[in-house]
T-cell receptor, first 115, second 113 residues
Framework: SQQGEEDPQALSIQEGENATMNCSYK?????LQWYRQNSGRGLVHLIL?????REKHSGRLRVTLDTSKKSSSLLITASRAADTASYFC???????????????FGKGTHLIIQP | DSGVTQTPKHLITATGQRVTLRCSPR?????VYWYQQSLDQGLQFLIQ???????AKGNILERFSAQQFPDLHSELNLSSLELGDSALYFC????????????FGQGTRLTVV
């Protein structure tokens, strides 16, 4: 079963606009990561936010994490046509006895940037 | 280029057959993950190894098995293949299992006919 769920499933915006994607998860986590996937290719890591962090920036990306609501958001500012891709959140679930499960992914948000 | 190498890139085989997918992790990475991606199931975590030992198990079928060798490369064995096993299989690696980013290979596209 999926640990994370992205919302919306698909998003189409004009180039230059900002894109916001959300992720909700179910259990306690060690960290939350966002990845991008261009059609049929491998996933590329974008950003990692630890459970004790609330916000993180990387270039045009801003990620927030609210552990009380078990949710995260990814904001891409000043979008470009090259940002067209699927975006996934991934979590590493903490185990009761210590350690963590493998990194599990949501179903992704498909982002289309219209030129 | 992520530094993770997967072979072969494409594989077409018949139902009932057995195949082996191979993954070479990034230099220095001790942890290897296997994922299956299909249109209906999304990206499913199968199994994780760390320095040769199984660390976590996900939705891996009993017909599937994996191992990580002393040189840290990993193989995913899929047997008694069914049409529904057709998917993209990704390998990823990371320095350690929990706190760092994972680097993905380009995947092996398996088609079962």
């Amino acid at each position: 079963s999926q640990q994370g769920e992205e919302d919306p499933q698909a998003l189409s915006i004009q180039e230059g606009e900002n894109a916001t994607m959300n992720c909700s998860y179910k259990t306690s986590i060690n960290n939350l990561q966002w990845y991008r996937q261009n059609s049929g290719r491998g996933l590329v890591h974008l950003i990692l936010i630890r459970s004790n962090e609330r916000e993180k920036h990387s270039g045009r990306l801003r990620v927030t994490l609210d552990t009380s609501k078990k949710s995260s958001s990814l904001l891409i500012t000043a979008s470009r046509a090259a940002d067209t891709a699927s975006y996934f959140c991934a979590t590493s679930r903490l185990k009761d006895g210590g350690g963590a499960d493998g990194l599990t992914f949501g179903k992704g948000t498909h982002l289309i940037i219209q030129p | 280029d992520s530094g993770v190498t997967q072979t072969p890139k494409h594989l077409i085989t018949a139902t009932g057959q057995r195949v082996t997918l191979r993954c070479s992790p990034r230099s220095g990475d001790l942890s290897v993950y296997w994922y299956q991606q299909s249109l209906d199931q999304g990206l499913q975590f199968l199994i994780q190894y760390y320095n040769g030992e199984e660390r976590a198990k996900g939705n891996i079928l009993e017909r599937f098995s994996a191992q990580q060798f002393p040189d840290l490369h990993s193989e995913l064995n899929l047997s008694s293949l069914e049409l529904g096993d057709s998917a993209l299989y990704f390998c990823a690696s990371s320095v350690e299992p929990m706190n760092t980013e994972a680097f993905f290979g380009q995947g092996t596209r398996l088609t079962v006919v």
